[in-house]
């Protein structure tokens, strides 16, 4: 049974910084695609950035609001997905949910309905 469980948000004031973590387990995780997405209150769910390692590559793809602030990362060896966001905005608040799918995800974030597995959510508030 995959499980994908989200922790790290919080609230802080703009300029701030989080980072977010998401455990997974129940499949092979370094196989899969890897994704943050985001939803704000009355607004549609939004890819944030994905990884995939295929190999000795490692891809990473980012939504261009959040290039340059923030950074995901994994760390295989405890099937662990990060989010590091830096410089946060108000309008970086909103519910992150960690995503996964088997299917590779080398050159784009994708739908969120091509993604299998989600997790809860962890909320993030920016204050201004």
């Known amino acids: 049974q995959v499980q994908l469980q989200e922790s790290g948000g919080g609230s802080v004031q703009a300029g701030g910084s989080l980072r977010l973590s998401c455990v997974a387990s129940?499949?092979?995780?370094?196989?899969?695609?890897m994704a943050w997405f985001r939803q704000a209150p009355g607004k549609e769910r939004e890819g944030v950035a994905t990884v995939y390692t295929y190999g000795a590559a490692t891809y990473k793809n980012y939504v261009d609001s959040v290039k340059g602030r923030f950074t995901i990362s994994q760390d295989i060896t405890k099937n662990t997905l990060y989010l590091q966001m830096d410089s946060l905005e108000p309008e970086d608040t909103a519910m992150y949910f960690c995503?996964?799918?088997?299917?590779?995800?080398?050159?784009?974030?994708?739908?969120?309905?091509?993604?299998?597995?989600w997790g809860q959510g962890t909320q993030v508030t920016v204050s201004s």
């Open positions: 995503a996964a799918d088997p299917r590779p995800c080398r050159l784009q974030i994708r739908s969120e309905n091509e993604y299998a597995y």
């Open positions: 129940g499949y092979s995780y370094s196989d899969y695609c």
